[in-house]
C-alpha cells in the first residue's frame, strides 16, 4: 500500500558525490527538485579517499569561498603534495609539487578526507529552499508511465512512498536501481575493477610532503595497491584490479592483498608495527574506458552510475562531481523547453567523455602491453624517466590554473 505520494518535475536518486553535486547547481540555478538516498547520513563509501583537481574545480564553480573558508582550515582534509609511485622493482619515483612562489596560494594538487567527512561535507550543502532532500529512503522500483516515472521508495520506519517525476538523474552508485530499471547492462570485466580498502593507523615510511602512494606489484599486471595517507597519523590502504584479470587468473584479491601487506618484500616492513582498523571491505570500481549512454527518454545518469571511473588513476568522485555539474545543466535546459525525450540530451556523453579522453586513452595503451611479463619491464623502465618529473613540474601550474580559474565550458 503507498501512504505517501509526491510530485516533483525532477528526481535525483542517490546524494554522493555525483548527486549532491547536482542538487547543488540545480539550487544554484533556481531548480525545485526531490533528491533520496538510501542511507543515513553521514555514511561511509569504500573509497580511497583521494580528492583529485576536477573536485576542487568543481567547488570553486559553486562557490569559491569554500576551498578557502571551509576546506583549508578544515582538520577532517589533508593536504597532499604530489605522489610516490612504485614500480614492480621496487624503486620509488617521487613526484613533488615545487613550493609556490612567495605570496601565492598553498594550493596542493590532491588532497584526501575520508568519505564519511567528504560526502557529508557535500550533502550539508543541499539547501531546503529548492531540494526536497529525503535520507533513509530506498528507491526500490521504477516503472516508466508513459511521459513520466512511477518510482516506489521505502523510508527507515517501512513506510512506501511513490514519486512521480518527469526527469530522473540516477546517482546511485556501482549498484544503480536505475540503471537497472533502463536494461541493466550487467557487468563487463574488461571495464570494471575489484577492489579492497583497509582503514589502518601508523604505517611507516609515510612522506612529510603527505604524498600519496601507488605500488604497482611485480607479476600483477594492471592492478594496484595504494597507501593513502588521511589526517590523524592514519592511512586508507587498498588494492584493486581490472575485473578481467581476476577472473581470467582465478584469483582472490583478499589473498593477494593480505600476501602484500604481511609477505610483499616493499610493503610489509612498513605495516609490521602498524594497526589495522578495520576487515579489508571489498567494492566495484566501473572503468569510463569503454564509452557508453547515459541518457535517454527522460534520465540522465552520472557518476559511477554512468560509469565514469578514471580508468588509469580510479578517480571516480572527481568525474562524478563534474557529470553531475553538467547534468544539471543539461537539465536546466530540458526544464526551460519542456521537452524530456532523449533528443534534447544528446550531447550530454559528449560533454562528459572529452573531459576523460587523456585517462581513456592510458588505459587502452596499458591493455595492449602483450604479453603481459613486458608490463613489468615497461613500468620499471618508464616511471623513473626524468622526461616524467619535468612534465609533472611543468605541468602542475597549468592544472592548478584550471581548477581555480577556469570555466567549465558545456557546449549544449
Ligand atoms: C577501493 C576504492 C578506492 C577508490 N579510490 C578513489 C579515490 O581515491 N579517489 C576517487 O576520486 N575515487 C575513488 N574511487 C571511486 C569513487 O569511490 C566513486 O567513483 C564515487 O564514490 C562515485 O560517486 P557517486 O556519487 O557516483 O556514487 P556513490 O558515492 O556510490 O553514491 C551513491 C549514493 O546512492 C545511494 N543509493 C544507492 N542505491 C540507492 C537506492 N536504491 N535508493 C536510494 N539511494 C541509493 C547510496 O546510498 C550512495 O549514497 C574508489 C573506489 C573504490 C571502490
Sequence with gaps: MTNNHIQTELLIVGAGPAGATTSLFLTKMGIPHT?????????????????DLKVFRVLQH???????????????????????????NGRATEFVQPEPPAGEPLRSVLWTAKRLHFDQFLVKKIDSRFANFLPETKVEKIERDGNAWRVQAKNADGEELEINTRLLIG??????????????????????????????????????KNLIEVYLPKGLPLSYFYIFPLPNGEANVGYGMVSELIAKNKY??????????????????????????????????????????????????????????????????????????????????????????????????????????????????????QPW????????????????????????????????????????
Design 171 to 208: 546517482a546511485d552508485g556501482d549498484h544503480s536501481v536505475v540503471l537497472r530499471s533502463i536494461g541493466e547492462r550487467g557487468i563487463e570485466r574488461r571495464h570494471y575493477a575489484g577492489t579492497l580498502r583497509q582503514y589502518w593507523r601508523g604505517v611507516s615510511g609515510m612522506h612529510p
Design 62 to 88: 559553486l562557490d569559491p569561498e569554500i576551498t578557502v573558508a571551509e576546506v583549508f582550515d578544515n582538520q577532517d582534509f589533508l593536504q597532499s603534495w604530489g605522489a610516490r609511485i612504485i614500480t614492480p
Design 35 to 51: 533528491i533520496v538516498d538510501a542511507a543515513k547520513f553521514p555514511r561511509d563509501k569504500i573509497c580511497g579517499d583521494g580528492l
Design 252 to 369: 582472490n584479491l583478499k589473498d593477494l592483498f593480505k600476501k602484500l601487506l604481511y609477505e610483499d618484500p616493499y610493503m610489509a616492513p612498513r605495516f609490521r608495527d602498524a594497526e589495522p582498523l578495520e576487515e579489508p571491505i571489498g567494492w566495484g570500481i566501473p572503468l569510463a574506458s569503454r564509452r557508453r549512454k547515459n541518457f535517454g527518454d527522460g534520465y540522465l545518469l552520472v557518476g559511477d552510475a554512468a560509469s565514469l571511473v578514471c580508468p588509469t588513476s580510479g578517480e571516480g568522485i572527481g568525474t562524478g562531481m563534474i557529470s553531475g555539474y553538467i547534468a544539471a545543466h543539461f537539465a536546466q535546459k530540458a526544464l526551460i523547453a519542456k521537452r524530456f525525450d532523449a533528443g534534447i540530451f544528446q550531447n550530454y556523453d559528449r560533454e562528459v567523455y572529452r573531459r576523460l579522453e587523456d585517462e581513456i586513452s592510458v588505459f587502452q595503451n596499458l591493455m595492449r602491453f
Design 373 to 412: 611479463r613486458l608490463y613489468d619491464m615497461g613500468i620499471n623502465l618508464i616511471a623513473p624517466l626524468p622526461a616524467l618529473q619535468k612534465a609533472f613540474k611543468r605541468l602542475h601550474h597549468g592544472w592548478l590554473e584550471t581548477a581555480f580559474e577556469k570555466e567549465i565550458e558545456i557546449n549544449f
